[in-house]
């Protein structure tokens, strides 16, 4: 059973930072599109940012700036590097991939997951508050 196992999350003041780690598959980083979207309570989830293996990335408008997404190919690993954290970043943080077939870093960023995903993780919690 294929697992995207998430880390990282944690009470942060606004204008902190944090690093959240996935790790994936080995076969997943190579064949999919990998993105981390974002759930807050009775809401659907909102993508925040998508990553390719041929190096191209998206960015919601709203964390454009602040957020940066890597891939470490040694440690099949998915990093989304969140820094000037806002109150309004606070929710649960999923990560999902979708096969490089069906979709391109600005369609998946787009979806509203999980239902059109290949795969979702479980989540990590990041609330921002003082």
């Known amino acids: 059973q294929v697992q995207l196992v998430e880390s990282g999350g944690g009470l942060v003041q606004p204008g902190g930072s944090l690093r959240l780690s996935c790790v994936v598959p080995g076969f997943v980083l190579e064949d999919y599109v990998i993105g981390w979207f974002s759930q807050a309570p009775g809401k659907e989830a909102d993508g925040v940012s998508c990553i390719n293996s041929d190096g191209s990335t998206y960015y919601s408008d709203s964390v454009k700036g602040r957020f940066t997404i890597s891939e470490d190919n040694a440690r099949n690993t998915v990093y989304l590097q969140m820094n000037s954290l806002k109150p309004e970043d606070t929710a649960t943080y999923h990560c999902?991939?979708?096969?490089?077939?069906?979709?391109?870093?600005?369609?998946?960023?787009?979806?509203?997951?999980?239902?059109?995903?290949?795969?979702w993780g479980q989540g990590t919690q990041v609330t921002v508050s003082s």
């Open positions: 999902a991939a979708l096969s490089k077939i069906f979709t391109t870093v600005q369609e998946m960023c787009a979806m509203r997951g999980p239902n059109a995903m290949g795969y």
